[in-house]
């Protein structure tokens, strides 16, 4: 079964950091592309960032509103994607989600997400 | 950055009822556009990529049309199960956008 599951959410100060990780099972996690996407209800869905394949030098992008703040990266040993968080804001509170991405560029599989709250 | 305008926003259908639901981007896309369905508590799912290629399991009432600009997801007879909220997502430029989802009830 291929599955997604990510972990590392909590609460944290505004200021403060946050590692998410996303352990991926059930396929060949280095043949593709990995994104993080976040949801709040004010901002609805709004995707994060996006890390491609070895062959592509580890490629990232990034959400102009993360660019700075926040690092994916990944371990296809551990068939694992991360998303390193610092200066965290109120508005990065939401849930967030790992999504398998084909080489194509579309999102196929989805984790049960992991919830972020920045608050004081 | 693209704009991705779904409509309706919200809309109340009865089973059996054939439904459609829009997105308009702001510029031409090249139909790289998914929709995702996504129920209360669930992480969203995906139904349809590259504006009219379904997704495996996903059953044959879903179906993707459009281009350029404009695109819709169609159910082709509601079923209870189709209940929660449907949003589109555009993956031909960075940054990646998604629209602000419509809610689907039943009637």
């Known amino acids: 079964e291929v599955k997604l599951e990510e972990s590392g959410g909590g609460l944290v100060q505004p200021g403060g950091s946050m590692k998410l990780s996303c352990v991926a099972s059930?396929?060949?996690?280095?043949?593709?592309?990995m994104n993080w996407v976040r949801q709040s209800p004010e901002k609805g869905l709004e995707w994060v960032a996006e890390?491609?394949?070895?062959?592509?030098?580890?490629?990232?992008h990034y959400a102009e509103s993360v660019k700075g703040r926040f690092t994916i990266s990944r371990d296809d040993s551990k068939s694992s994607v991360y998303l390193q968080m610092n200066n965290l804001r109120a508005e990065d509170t939401g849930i967030y989600y790992c999504?398998?991405?084909?080489?194509?560029?579309?999102?196929?599989?989805w984790g049960a997400g992991t919830t972020v709250t920045v608050s004081s | 950055d693209i704009k991705m305008t779904q409509s309706p926003s919200s809309m109340y259908a009865s089973l059996g009822e054939r439904v459609t639901i829009t997105c308009k981007a702001s510029?031409?896309?090249?139909?790289?556009l998914s929709w995702f369905q996504q129920k209360p508590g669930k992480s969203p799912k995906t139904l349809i990529y590259?504006?009219?290629r379904l997704v495996d399991g996903v059953p044959s009432r879903f179906s993707g049309s459009g281009s350029g600009q404009d695109y819709s997801l169609t159910i082709s007879s509601l079923e209870y199960e189709d209940m929660g909220i449907y949003y589109c997502?555009?993956?031909?430029?960075?940054?990646?956008?998604f629209g602000a989802g419509t809610k689907l009830e039943l009637k």
């Open positions: 999504t398998r991405t084909t080489t194509v560029g579309y999102f196929d599989v």
């Open positions: 059930g396929f060949t996690f280095s043949n593709y592309w």
């Open positions: 890390i491609r394949l070895k062959s592509n030098n580890y490629a990232t």
């Open positions: 510029q031409d896309i090249n139909s790289y």
């Open positions: 590259r504006a009219n």
């Open positions: 997502l555009q993956y031909d430029e960075f940054p990646l956008t």
